[in-house]
Each structure stands twice: as C-alpha cells, then as structure tokens.
C-alpha cells in the first residue's frame, strides 16, 4: 500500500497540491436542494464541455504524488470512463487514498465499476462513500428522488461483498447535515451503526451557495450534539475506524476536525490556516482551476495552460488569490480541507496527539 506518511515533508514546505478535488461531471440522476454543484436549471446538461482521457491524462501528469484524490460531482459514477480515469491518476500519481462518493442509484454498474478498480489500484485504498441523508422515505423525499433509498441500500449490499476480498476497500457512509434532517439525525446515526459492513460514518455540514438557503438555516446544538455522538461511538468502539495504514490518527483528526467546523460556523472565522491553493486544489469538469469549492474565482484553466497545474499555481493571479486566502482569513466548513489543514500543521499536533490517545 502507497504509505500516507511519504508527505510528511509537506507539514513544513507547502509547494505542491498533494490533495486534488476533481469533479468529474455535473451531470446527476437525484435533484438534491442542498447541493451546491446542481445542473443548470433546464436538465440539459449534455457534458459536451467535460475533459476527456487525454486531457486528463496531461493534467495528472503535471501533478506529483497524491496522498488524497477525491473525485466529486454530480454523480461520477456517471463517467462511463471513471475506470479509465482511475487508473491514469494511480499510474501517474500514486494517490494513498482514492475517494468514490456516491449516492448509490446504479447499484449494478457502481459494484461493477468499483470491481474493476479494486483489481486496478492495488496499492491504494479505496473508499466508497455513500449518501444517506435520512430513513426510508425520508430520504428520498429529502432527495427529490424517489426509490432513492432502496436502490442505496442495494448498492451497500453489493459492495459489501467486495469488503473481505479486497483489504484496501473502505466502504462508508456520508450524511449531509441540513435543516431538513436535523432533527431525524440521531435515527440516522443509529441506523448506521447497525449496517455491518459500513466501517465509518462521517457528517458534513451543509455548504456553498444553495437556490435555497433555508437548508443551510440548521440549529448549531443539534449539530454539535451529532458530531459528539460519532465521537462517543470511535471512543467506546461501538464504531470502526478505517482499515487503512494510520487509521488512528484519521480517526483522531476526523474527531477534532468536527469541532473545528463547529468553533469555525459558531466563530464566524478562519480558526487555523488554510492552505487552498497550495496544498489543496479543486478541478471542474471543464479545466477550471479553483482554491476550494466555495470560492466563486477560479486560479486559471488548465485547458489554457498547456494542462500544467503549476502553471496555472504559480500564475500572478493564482498567487494573488491563494495570498487573499492567508490575508483576509475566508472561512469555511469543508471536512476534506479541514484534514489537510490539521494533518500538516505542526501546531495542530498535540490535539491531534490527545485525541489519538484517547482511542487507543
């Protein structure tokens, strides 16, 4: 297995992305209204401008190794070449760890796709995560979407049987926190807790600029009394944590990672550094380069720049606005970010240590 411990260097010089957010498509088969990263409006969405295998294959190339990639959308599973694209970022980049979110509609060709994969990228751990925002019908009202919940619950099943074959899969769970299953949330963690095969279950809260911003209007207690459940369950080993080579300490980063976000929505501010831009970056389907996902201005399209990360990173307008990150103190909630800005911040360290002893 690929070690993440090899970017332990990127904790003191942060001069390469070492984790990537690529989202593959817009295109999506659920109408979600919390989510940030819908189709435009008429459902016409033809992915005429999506990057192609050689494109790709360019811009991997232009990055060195990876610890995190972690593809994105709309539904990637969507991407009749994300076996294909897979494999390019492996062989390139060697990534730790490849992430597959997903919200389980094609529970056929995602246990298919994800075989396939499993047998690819030996050397890096995969994790599925699979949307659960609420318990039967709730769910797939939540989702616009109905049979949603039946069809994510095949999925779990079929990926299930991978678990035991493939000791690199992480198959879990990601629950999107929002005023519309606030208050059904300890049902859901419940819920969660009993499907055997899911080894993690994470919550992330609701973000970006929504159509309607009555999802984002969610009670900070509610929230807080969620991520301490989580947190209760890893400390009394009623949950698992990941398989993976320093499992622990990702266990005790996703731990004080929640009451981070938490501090930061309560605080209203930057609560540690951030390093999008540098060590974090965000690719669109069209070759857009972004910071974050938030962040409405792009750094540069790669389409534009010889398909040369760097070249679109060290451009005076990327410079200009990773240095406005550092210099206003923008604040966020994004759980991805959050690890990268605890795991390679020296100061961060010796909560990070508490928490991990805390779980031993």
Known sequence: MYSPFRYAGSAIWKRRPIHLTFFLTKRCNSRCPFCFYLRNADGNDSGSAELDLEEISRISRSFGSLLWLAFSGGEIFLREDLVEISRLFYKYNRPAVILFPTNGLLPELIAERITRILGDCRKSVIAVKLSLDGIGGDHDRLRNTPGS????????????????????????????????????????????SGMKQIKTHTISLVRGNLADAGHKEVDLGKYQRAISRLEQNLKDRTASVYRFR?????????????????????????????????LNVVLTESGEVFPCEILSGPLGNVRDREYDIMKVLESPEARKVTGSIRDKGCYCTHECYFMTNILFNPRRYPALLREYLHLR
């Open 246 to 278: 320093g499992a622990r300490i990702k266990a005790a980063q996703d731990i004080l990672q929640r009451r981070m976000i938490h501090r930061t929505i309560c605080e209203k501010r930057q609560v540690t550094p951030c390093y999008a831009g540098r």
């Open 149 to 192: 919940f039946d069809r994510t619950m095949e999925t779990y099943r079929l990926l299930g049987r991978l678990l035991e074959r493939h000791p690199h899969f992480e198959l879990g769970v990601n629950t999107v926190f929002c005023s519309g299953n606030q208050d059904g949330m300890d049902g859901i963690i419940d819920f969660v």
